[in-house]
């Protein structure tokens, strides 16, 4: 039996639906720190000339993430991110930036420097880092899915970790991914598709791969969080920042769907970023076992492979096709029960998939947003509320900031909301950055 990370507070607090454990994410471990600079409007006087750098430091971190705000960044200028451990560099255009919904990538170490590059004669760039998101080491605890834990390393170029949801997510032939609705359907900092994971720490914090192979999702998704065979998401991401590439032009590898519900009997492969002790703790492992019920009408399966927090979205592949989609838990050391999956059946997932992978997507405009509001309790919490006029952006998210630390908030049925805790009394911004420009920036007072 090994010793296992914690990741996630709420993976101690299991959420069971129709008798099923939610297989838990596993969140990565982090402080978000309030942070404040901003750089002087200067002029180039040459096109790539540094007219801004700014180093930022968290003295012991693992890895660090900054959130931009106030950033003014005209044709021909960027910013260039810099890690201090090992030379991986980020560049951001506006466009980038945006899509990137004004955060960085994920950076090793405790320091990164930010440089304003402006093209040539340009005059009034300017950006501003509003927090900083820290890593942490994450609490061990024990967990296990048969009297042993049967994970193997494996480098699967079509398998992504999701963070800092702390997911699996899985790259298909059509360059959408797949994974567990629960893993879209909470609110929390941007997320980051992550491909070519390296070993983490001996202490179990994780190592980022470099911004080459870091994606943001947008905000075209579907998902539904409703229990055991009705628990998938889909979604699409923007190209990478640094490369232009999408996911599928670099990884050059991808998944299908497959054709034949498989019988009970037979087996199934399942590959994922499942928590772990030490290097191997959030990076991709494979394992395989027999499938043990099948119930079509449900839409789900049940199989025995071994598999961890952070396994949740992972494809269940037979035959080298995805047949599921894993979402809960119910293995046990002695290996009665058996974990379980939404089947590819699903005809809500197969209408979302064709729907959000099509030519057309159709993510939430301006006219789609009917009010957005905010309320900060007696604790400091700050949470922004979106109303939609209808329902028909249901499973998808927009993007709000809330001082400058953007935040992802997923639309159930026609209303989205995200918030952040422990903020200090007095006034707070709050905006709706994606859709972008259709409410003015408001305030909020904390008591």
């Known amino acids: ?88 560099v980020q560049e951001l255009d506006a466009r980038g930036l945006h899509q990137w919904r004004n955060t960085s990538a994920y950076f090793n170490g405790e320091a990164v420097r930010v440089e304003l590059l402006a093209g040539k004669g340009t005059k009034g760039n300017r950006f501003a880092v509003s927090h900083v998101m820290v890593g942490q080491v994450p609490v061990q605890t024990e967990s296990q899915c048969g009297s042993t834990d049967d994970r193997v390393p494996s480098t699967a170029p079509d398998r992504a970790r999701l963070v800092n949801v702390g997911c699996t997510v899985n790259l298909m032939s059509n360059g959408c991914f797949v994974t567990a609705g629960h893993c879209l359907s909470s609110a929390g900092s941007v997320n980051v598709v992550e491909f070519n994971v390296p070993p983490s720490n001996s202490n179990g914090s994780i190592v980022h791969p470099a911004p080459k192979d870091q994606y943001v999702p947008t905000t075209n998704r579907q998902f539904k969080n409703s229990g055991v065979g009705k628990d998938w998401g889909v979604f699409t ?39 772990d002790s030490g290097a191997a703790n959030q990076t991709q492992q494979v394992s395989n076992g027999p499938i043990v019920n099948v ?22 592949l037979s035959g080298g096709n995805v047949v599921a989609i894993h979402t809960h838990g119910g293995c046990t ?18 209408a979302a998939f064709t729907q959000v992978c099509g030519a057309t997507p159709t993510p939430p405009t301006c006219s789609s947003i009917r009010s957005v509001k905010a309320s900060c309790s007696a604790k400091g919490k700050i949470t922004v509320s979106v109303r939609l006029t209808d329902t028909s952006h249901d499973g998808q998210s927009v993007v709000v900031a809330i001082d400058g630390a953007s935040q992802d908030a997923p639309i159930n049925g026609d209303v989205a909301r995200a918030s952040l805790t422990r903020q200090a009394s007095g006034s707070h ?19």
Not at 24 to 52: C, K, N, W
Not at 262 to 274: D, E, F, L, R, S
Not at 335 to 348: E, I
Request: proline share 6%; aromatic share 6%.
């Open 333 to 350: 050391t002695s290996n009665t029960g058996g974990n379980q999956g939404t089947l590819y059946t699903n005809p809500d997932l197969q």
């Open 1 to 88: 039996m090994r010793s296992l990370p914690r990741l996630l507070a709420t993976a101690a607090a299991a959420l069971v639906m129709t008798g099923a454990v939610w297989a838990a994410p596993a969140a990565l471990p982090h402080e978000m720190r309030a942070y404040t600079f901003a750089s002087p409007e200067q002029v180039a006087q040459g096109r790539g000339d540094v007219i801004a750098s700014h180093t930022v430091e968290a003295a012991g971190a693992p890895w660090v993430r900054l959130q931009f705000k106030d950033v003014r960044l005209l044709p021909g200028s960027k910013l260039r991110i810099t890690s201090l451990q090992d030379g991986a």
């Open 237 to 275: 991401t923007s190209p990478n920042a640094t490369t232009g590439l999408t996911a599928l032009q670099a990884q050059g590898s991808s998944l299908n769907f497959a054709t034949a519900v498989p019988a009970v009997g037979a087996n199934v492969v399942i590959t994922g970023y499942g928590v």
């Open 295 to 316: 119930n079509t009408t449900a839409n789900s399966l049940q199989y025995k492979s071994d598999t961890e927090g952070g396994n949740s979205g992972s494809v269940v």
């Open 429 to 447: 911004t709050y905006e709706l950055i994606d859709p972008e420009g259709c409410v003015a920036p408001k305030t909020v007072v904390c008591p």
